[in-house]
């Protein structure tokens, strides 16, 4: 059975997957922040994160306090070594993807990633998508 996906692939993957896991433990400790406090915007509403709380004097002594919490969880630090991880796996992975490219457009997609967010993003998604069983050795 031929691989799908390749290394550059995988740790793509897993980088991503580590920064939207600690992204997620950071937000539980705002919402458990949230509720503990009985945080409620004036129209009655409970707020999912502390950016979405309404009263600016709130928010600032609960983005403070939330802040502290995360530090002292440790996830601060985590989440900026994972982000730096899926940038590494980023550059590898469209490293690999402008090499599979064809030589015309090839010099085009280098500049191009460097340059536009949005054409960086759209070479991810397409290298990241991409059966490499499809591509010659």
């Given at each position: 059975m031929k691989k799908t996906t390749n290394n550059f692939q995988r740790a793509?993957?897993?980088?991503?997957?580590?920064?939207?896991?600690?992204?997620?433990?950071?937000k539980e400790i705002e919402k458990k922040y949230i509720a503990e406090h009985g945080i409620v915007n004036p129209d009655g509403s409970i707020p999912e994160l502390i950016y979405c709380m309404e009263d600016d004097a709130a928010f600032e002594k609960a983005n403070e306090e939330c802040s502290a919490l995360i530090v002292a969880a440790g996830l601060e630090d985590e989440l900026n070594a994972a982000r730096d991880a899926l940038k590494s796996a980023e550059d590898r992975l469209i490293v690999y993807g402008l090499s599979i490219a064809p030589a015309g457009v090839r010099a085009t997609l280098e500049k191009g990633v460097k340059e536009n967010f949005t054409i960086r993003q759209k070479v991810l998604d397409l290298v990241f998508r991409l059966d490499v069983s499809t591509v010659s050795a």
């Open positions: 793509y993957m897993i980088a991503k997957a580590h920064v939207q896991e600690v992204e997620s433990r950071q």
